[in-house]
């Protein structure tokens, strides 16, 4: 009996605490004064600044029996490609390794999900050979990316 009285007394003290430290900050979220309130009005108010609109071309490549199609996609920069997993696993896109260092492309996607997409727009000209790191051995493409004439 005595640890039945002890809970009760400590579930009444911690709501006897939490009216008292509501009492407390009740009035704290509020400007002190028309100046402060009118910062944090015009605050809210600003507008976020939009994304920029996307202006180049598509490109899809559908990911289906373990393999990419098709197998080499051209892009200039600016352009947009998605890759579309048609598949029923998951697969991403990566880059492969450039020793010399002229791979300025730089694909590296999460895992994407059997009926999900992933998109990269191109910034920089490169040439590279990108597979799926789930599936090497299969899944294997080459991505062109050229300068806007």
Known sequence: ?????????????CAFAGVITAIADKGKAEPATAAAAAKAASAAKTPKPAKRAFHGRTVYVTMRRLAFAPRTIHLRIGDRVVWRNRDNVGHNVTTQADPAGTNLVGLASPTIQPGAAYAYVSHYAGNALYVCTIHPTTMKARIIVSRRS
């Open 1 to 13: 009996m005595p640890l039945r009285n002890l809970v009760i007394v400590a579930l009444l003290i």
